[in-house]
């Protein structure tokens, strides 16, 4: 008697937590931008839930630049640059869910959904510039230029979505619009590692430069940091969150 009543509260336990948590992915960003997510969702109170987004891309080239790159190439015949763009990044998303229709509640149905966010992402690109130099025995000199990119930002935004549960099992999460308002830090800096500019030849690029920033629509700053030169600023950015993740309940 004790055996099965055990077993009778284990099951009852299992069946009153059931599908409280949710582990899902965005499989087209997966797919296409090389960007992979998971997220996971636990239900908190009736209409009410916790989530946690997280992304990351390895360092490398996503499908659709390393398609836009063949494209490039097949119209211009030869071999395209782009081959030498890389990005990478790294955000996360807390968030919580109020289910507003339906009768089920948490997790299913229409939400509204207040989020924060941090992200990270980074793109280098590398190309060889000609140019002249009087004072060379040939005038005409190729040197490697290092472009590195890199963006930091905080925000805050709200989505609204809807999730289907079907067979207790299968969960669809459809982010409809999620406008966001980004507090954001950037630089972009140029690297001549065989250049052989002196430091002073830098420091003139780099007043020409800061002259020409003067009417950038955002404050914005460069210095000289050896054989590289970087732009830095902070600004205010908007965006979209929209997507489709599937994964499950438990």
Do not use: H
Request: proline share 5%; aromatic share 12%.
């Amino acid at each position: 008697m004790k055996t099965k009543s055990t077993i009778f509260f284990f099951f009852l336990t299992i069946a009153l937590f059931a599908q409280d948590n949710v582990v899902k992915t965005n499989l087209w960003s997966a797919i296409f931008m090389q960007n992979f997510n998971v997220g996971y969702e636990r239900v908190l109170k009736d209409r009410m839930s916790g989530v946690v987004n997280v992304n990351f891309m390895p360092p490398g080239q996503p499908f659709v630049v390393r398609k836009m790159a063949e494209v490039v190439s097949d119209s211009a015949g030869a071999s395209s640059s782009l081959g030498n763009l890389a990005v990478s990044g790294f955000s996360i998303a807390p968030e919580v869910r109020f289910y507003l229709g339906g009768s089920n509640g948490a997790p299913r149905g229409f939400y509204l959904a207040p989020f924060l966010k941090y992200y990270t992402n980074k793109a280098t690109y590398s190309f060889d510039l000609e140019y002249e130099d009087p004072a060379a025995a040939n005038a005409t000199q190729i040197a490697l230029v290092e472009l590195e990119g890199k963006l930091s930002s905080f925000g805050f935004g709200g989505q609204i979505g809807w999730q289907w549960i079907i067979k207790d099992l299968v969960c669809i999460d459809w982010w409809l619009l999620g406008p966001t308002v980004y507090s954001s830090n950037m630089s972009l800096s140029f690297a001549f590692p065989n250049s052989g500019l002196s430091q002073s030849e830098l420091e003139e690029v780099e007043r020409e430069l800061s002259e020409n920033l003067d009417s950038a629509p955002i404050p914005l700053t460069s210095e000289v940091d050896g054989p590289k030169i970087t732009i830095a600023g902070k600004s205010l950015l908007a965006g979209i969150r929209t997507g489709l993740s599937v994964g499950i309940t438990f």
